[in-house]
């Protein structure tokens, strides 16, 4: 009922910023080691009504740290180790915001979240596959979505002055659960007991000293007089340890994203999207590289981000992240790409014999896997098309891997039957492991989950050009259409997809998109998402008298009682 | 601000009930073949207000099935092949009726939904553990429901008339998810590839012959002319390749559960829970044996339904299914034990030893199995309190282990100071692999799961009677007061309890019950009925323009397209 309605103005989103910018963080580097300091300017929230109080944030604090932690992959490859820790006195930083949250609207905190925790992965992937390890150096109280945010770091110390806690309130005093990870962490990754995390989430004025090391919640504990030399002292130790490859020591630099956007049309260099409101879709086009890339790493750090897979995937990343927030109405997302197969796999074999060596190649391959993970958890239908002139191979592939649907032209383009151009797709390296998704599979073994047979099959094509009906036979698209039938599947696919219930497609994505195994983060983004959205759009928490509305106010909520 | 209310005679259910008074089923056994035909009354719904028509089904259906399936497991030792098939011509079932849905109150959906799925992770329990090979034989279109209880059989066929489809309508007809295991089995259990499965569940018409086999959404199609040939040859056939363990071939019959139910109390012979509806608790107190076992599975055999684990059990059973449906108010069970830990554990000693032999003892830790994972995915806080005068000890402990907090009296009973009696608790076999979570994990590996001292630790005291201090410094209890601050510590948790959101209790209770891996059973709990959860409450299902009420009207739903 609501297709047709605009954008509205107040919460369009600009994820782009840079340190210069920042309102709510500082960026510090001395040497192997950064320092990311928090703090919060009260009066920056991103949208009216709502003061940022005790390093509490909203969206417009978390893009801040999203790009600071992509500057410190990209822009120094000499950092180690990376101290987050706060610019206030006794508080480390206490959550989300209440205010921010109680007068959001539901799709806008669920976004909110998924964009939060994806951040949080990050910085986990960072420690884990970069060499930069993050510690978390709280010195004063984190609260709620402050000890989330230190959860992701690989290390967390608190400082021991007899009021400093870590917490996690949001049940006892918001009737929500801690929806950024925070419950499936302390249990899959910290691996605090479960009776002992069940007291610690209904404990609002949380845990400190001996006790919150004893429960695991925290590493370790420090006095303020030790402090500045114990952080200083543990990081210099995780630097040390730190796997961080080698490779030129200049960094590159991530100069800023020249972006178009208007009502219709979202244009970058490599990609873009154009927004059809009429019919609820966004049509996005991926370009491959004009030219072949240059012979050698070296030739990739001069290019810095106008290298073509860096560059392409920081479009792809801000336009998922524009269209998820600005976007809702826009329900499916219609992937095509345009371009050289051939240039491609080209890119993905340089990046890929160097990534075990170049610090670079690995950062690339490492933040195009996020940006294809963004894509498994957003909430909107994928559907790609695979037309002549696309060029569906390797790394580009995935876009087709990681749709919903796939349809492929058996034929030539129906504007032009007389065309000898045909669809193709190539399987490459970039295909079978590197680019995870967040169950730790590819996307290719988990589209043959359990069925070895089909894996091995399509396997065996690696490197070849496959035409649709081969590539239909091998089970790499869905539907391979003739070009007498293609417009008319293609169209009438998109409508049928636009007449469905958008929550319950949500729902349906979230559960085929994960076939086999699950992780941290695929329990944070389906077991753990999935309550937190039923939780956050009940009465009990967003009601008129419910918890989140109640907060602040001295007045108790007024729950249903019944256990659902 | 319900906490008082009374419950609905409307919706008392009960769930005792057996094959002379089936409504809706027939069960038939026919040497080592039994075959259930589902038939089902159109009149006989549940609830007043809706018709059951082209055997779709309500609770009321569901009980007599679960009844069934009981019953062949404990009545007929003989049976090793069970066919599920339809009375009905052209159908084998339409799912859960829609109108019944659409006038459900959500509490009542969910509720229901989680009975469903226990009952067929029951019939795959049946399948896998018992040597009971489940078969459905679709003589007819199985749509939905229909063919999510389907997809629980280990071996699905369908009639190949040229009409007879498998479907899962509910997205594009309901606008909400199939919820009872769907699309969990389809493609984790069933390895449809996603994109099929996509397609599938979006195509209300449903999927038949040759392209469902392909599609591996069925095993096999068979034309009319054969099927009852080949429905008697595939039964014939997993008859004869069953695993089903020997032992005297009568069965043991599960004789009427005497249950005495008022509005304070719900009494059985070993099991009884007080309805406390002021404090928003049912307190549960499960007694052990008053005598020791019988010296050998014989003497087992001879005691039957009185057999103290298997009665107990089926008490216990009945206990939480009457709570879950007909107490949404008691939010919190509180479980005691009253007994002679060295009786509970000579009983699971006498099961455990001929669980491997004896299709009895199999069965009896089998349905103990299922009966305590009904524990783990209840929506209501458990809380254990081990007293002098208990019995937590091997398969009672698993109370204690199921609970998210467990209370240790470390001192005398409070009314009793001078007494020498102390609570003790006491691991053994049995909670070391036979009573494994739906993560496919003991209890007691789940609750040191990434902690293997603190397991090892555990471990090492098995046999041992524990005491408080020790109990809680293994990490086998939660807290263990002293006499002095017992009844404060307790009342104190359980008001608490009942001052937060009902709702963020049953999402943290749902993430924190389940660390570690990941089974089909876990996602359906988690990760799908969790989405269902939330779309079942959104007005696109549920509101007055929403999908499930404009069902049948001709009208077409009115969504609000925004994505969340």
Redesign the interface.
């Known amino acids: ?3 047709h309605g605009p954008v509205d103005p107040a919460i369009a989103v600009d994820f782009r910023t840079n340190p210069g910018r920042y309102r709510h963080w500082r960026l510090s580097v001395d040497g192997a080691v950064a320092t990311l300091t928090m703090d919060v300017d009260e009066q920056g929230g991103l949208v009216p009504g709502y003061e940022l109080k005790l390093n509490s944030y909203d969206l417009g604090v978390d893009i801040e740290l999203y790009d600071a932690v992509q500057r410190l992959r990209f822009e120094h490859p000499e950092v180690k180790a990376v101290i987050v820790t706060s610019g206030k006195e006794k508080v480390f930083c206490a959550g989300a915001n209440i205010r921010m949250l109680a007068a959001s609207a ?2 806008w905190k ?2 909110f979240c998924k964009f939060t925790n994806e951040t949080r992965n990050g910085i986990e992937d960072a420690t884990e596959n970069s060499g930069q390890a993050y510690i978390a150096a709280l010195n004063g109280t984190a609260s709620g979505g402050g000890y989330e945010l230190a959860l992701a770091c690989g290390h967390i110390m608190l400082i021991d002055d007899r009021s400093s806690v870590v917490s996690l309130p ?3 005093l ?4 801690p929806g950024t990870g925070g ?2 962490r302390v ?2 990754k910290r ?1 605090v ?7 610690f ?2 404990k609002s004025e949380g845990i400190g000293g001996r006790k919150a090391v004893a429960w695991k919640l925290v590493d370790e504990v420090t006095p303020r007089a030790k402090w500045q030399d114990t952080v200083a002292e543990r990081s210099m130790l995780a630097a040390t340890a730190s796997p961080r490859l080698a490779g030129p020591g200049a960094g590159v630099e991530l100069t800023p994203l020249v972006k178009n956007r208007t009502g219709e049309e979202i244009a970058y260099t490599h990609v873009s999207a154009a927004l059809d409101r009429d019919r ?1 879709v966004a049509e996005i086009t991926v370009r491959g590289p004009d030219v072949g890339p240059p012979p050698d790493m070296a030739g990739a750090h001069a290019l810095g981000a106008a290298f073509w897979t860096l560059a392409m995937t920081r479009e792809l990343d801000d336009l998922i992240l524009d269209l998820r927030t600005n976007e ?4 499916t997302w219609v992937f095509r790409t345009r371009g050289e197969a051939a240039r491609v796999l080209a890119y993905d074999e340089l990046l890929l014999a160097n990534q075990g060596s170049d610090w670079l190649a690995n950062e690339v391959v490492l933040y195009l896997k996020r940006t294809l993970k963004r894509l498994d958890v957003t ?2 239908s994928l559907i790609t098309l695979i037309e002549p002139g696309s060029c569906f191979a390797g790394s580009l592939l995935e876009l087709a891997l990681a ?4 349809y492929m032209l058996d034929g030539p383009p129906p504007d032009d039957p007389d065309s000898k151009d045909r669809a193709a797709i190539r399987l490459g390296a970039a295909n079978f492991g590197p680019l995870p998704m967040g169950n730790d599979l590819s996307r290719l073994t ?6 070895n047979a ?1 894996f091995d099959g399509a396997a065996g094509a690696i490197g070849r050009d496959l035409e649709a009906a081969e590539a239909e036979q091998l ?1 790499l698209v ?2 391979a259409p003739d070009d007498i039938d293609w417009d008319d599947e293609v169209r009438m696919a998109l409508e ?3 007449s ?19 992780t941290v983060e695929t ?1 944070i983004f ?3 998402s ?6 956050f ?2 009465p ?2 967003s009601g008129p ?1 419910g ?1 989140l509305r109640k907060y602040g106010t001295g007045q108790r ?8």
């Open positions: 009922m609501t297709r539901h799709p669920v976004n949001e049940l006892p918001l009737g929500v659960l419950l499936t249990v899959d691996h007991r479960r009776d002992l995390a069940d007291y989430a209904t609820g809702p109405l826009l329900g909430s909107r749709a919903d649907r796939s988990t589209r043959f989950y359990g069925d089909g089970g869905t539907f049928e997809r636009a469905f219930s958008p929550d319950a497609l949500s729902g349906l994505e979230a559960n085929y998109r994960f076939a086999g195994p699950e329990k389906g077991r753990l999935a309550w937190q959205n039923w939780i759009y009940r009990n928490a008298e918890a909520a007024d729950f249903d009682q019944k256990r659902v």
